[in-house]
Each structure stands twice: as C-alpha cells, then as structure tokens.
C-alpha cells in the first residue's frame, strides 16, 4: 500500500531531513510545504496518511491547517512540533496525536513510519 505524507515545516532542512526519514522507510510519496497556504492547499487537494506540522511558519500559525485536517481526514495521524511547552498544549488539545519540540521530530517520526505500513 502507498502512503502519502505531508511535511509542512518552515526549516528548510529539518524538512529535508525528515522528507529522508520517510524515505528511508520507502515512502515516497511525500509533500513539502513551508507555508499555511500552501499546506491548506494540498488538504483541500489530496488525503494524507500522516501529516508532521510545525506550530508557525513564515506566514502564521498551523491551527488552521491542524483543524483543516481534523475536518477533512479525522483519522490521519498529526506529528506537530513547538518550541513553546503552552504551544505544545494547545496542539495536543486540537487532536495531534503526537507532540514534540523540534529537537524530538526526527525520532518521533521514525517511530510513527512503521505504524503506517
């Protein structure tokens, strides 16, 4: 079965990173985007296994694009990360099943891949 992921993470190169995670678990079907727009988009457009979101990016906050993803997909699993611990809450109070700071994605995700398969 394939899977589709959506990387909507502002850094460049934590996005690369984790984008590299997913494919080393030989899923290749992977979305990046760096802002809430376009992520917005691509919800509207397609259905995602999981989705990993940062809490901000350039142009705002992710709540819109957490609470798009409850509507459209209730079930997809959400990987977000925040440094700010009230951040951290209110993520997990808008039904992301897992929340970590920055420095804890890269592990989260390796261990939320093979739940996927």
Request: one cysteine or more; a negative charge.
């Amino acid at each position: 079965m394939k899977h589709k992921i959506l990387l909507v993470v502002g850094d460049a190169d934590l996005s690369n990173k984790l984008a590299g995670l997913c494919m080393s678990a030989e899923i290749s079907d992977i979305d990046e985007v760096g802002s809430c727009a376009a992520a917005l988009e691509r919800i509207e457009e397609n259905q995602y296994d999981l989705v990993v979101c940062d809490d901000c990016l350039a142009d705002g906050k992710t709540d819109a694009v957490i609470c798009k993803i409850r509507v459209s997909n209730p079930n997809c699993p959400i990987l977000a990360f925040s440094n700010d611990e009230a951040t951290r809450s209110c993520m997990w109070e808008r039904g992301c099943t897992s929340v970590v700071t920055p420095t804890g994605v890269e592990a989260a995700l390796v261990k939320m891949l093979p739940c996927l398969s």
